[in-house]
Nanobody
């Protein structure tokens, strides 16, 4: 059984930076993993994904500003966020599972089984 716990959220002014961490318990080394975000009344959107091979992909809205990484030894997933904008305000979740062949965690989000409880990021203008 895999459990995911996010941390690192908070309030920051536009242009600032935050680093989110997702601590995993259980085996995740072969899983694809991703960061997702959601605001009230809106559907969840994929932010960044990383494969078991370390390949990464990003939503266009965060490309160049966010960096996803994973440390298999520590069993953690990290999202470094810089140049934050008010529209980045959301609850951020990490997720993990086996991804169908050829799909990223963002593309496969509806079949990912393991999710964290979320951490709030608020960016003020």
């Amino acid at each position: 059984q895999v459990q995911l716990v996010e941390s690192g959220g908070g309030s920051v002014q536009a242009g600032g930076s935050l680093t989110l961490t997702c601590a995993a318990s259980g085996y995740t080394a072969s899983y694809c993993m991703g960061w997702f975000r959601q605001t009230p009344g809106n559907k969840r959107e994929g932010v960044a994904a990383i494969g078991s091979d370390g390949s990464t992909s990003y939503d266009d809205s965060v490309q160049g500003r966010f960096t996803i990484s994973r440390d298999k030894a520590k069993n953690t997933l990290t999202l470094q966020m810089s140049s934050l904008k008010p529209e980045d305000t959301a609850m951020y979740y990490c997720a993990a599972d086996y991804c169908p062949r050829g799909l990223t965690a963002i593309q496969a989000q509806h079949v990912l089984y393991y999710w964290g409880q979320g951490t709030q990021v608020t960016v003020s203008s």
